[in-house]
């Protein structure tokens, strides 16, 4: 089972910005895509952005393109999202989540193709 611990969320003016952290099990390292995804109160949750599990390849929500970055490090077993321009709209909570993956394989960002969940940190974007 892997285990996946979010961090970084808070309370952000509009226009802030903010960086969540999603520490992994070791061996996810080299096995498994991660992913991004959000849920706000009465909604479904969505995939904001995905990366593989080489790193090498990344997709994201429309409607955060060009505002959030994922990147991800092996050495630290970490995936981080930053989160720039950030609007009202973005307040959810968000969850980071593995799936593995063989490398030819294309990337993905549904959340029911992940598996694996941490429990979650609260993101609020409010003046």
């Known amino acids: 089972q892997v285990r996946l611990v979010e961090s970084g969320g808070g309370l952000v003016q509009p226009g802030g910005s903010l960086r969540l952290s999603c520490v992994t099990s070791?061996?996810?390292?080299?096995?498994?895509?991660i992913g991004w995804f959000r849920q706000a109160p009465g909604k479904d949750r969505e995939g904001v952005a995905c990366i593989s599990r080489g790193g090498g390849s990344t997709t994201y929500a429309d409607s955060v393109s060009g505002r959030f970055t994922i990147s991800r490090d092996k050495s630290r077993n970490t995936v981080w999202l930053q989160m720039n321009s950030l609007k009202p709209e973005d307040t959810a909570i968000y969850y980071c989540a593995a799936k593995r993956t063989i490398l030819t394989a294309p990337l993905t960002c549904a959340s029911s193709d992940y598996t694996d969940w941490g429990q979650g940190t609260q993101v609020t974007i409010a003046s």
């Open positions: 070791t061996f996810t390292t080299n096995y498994y895509a």
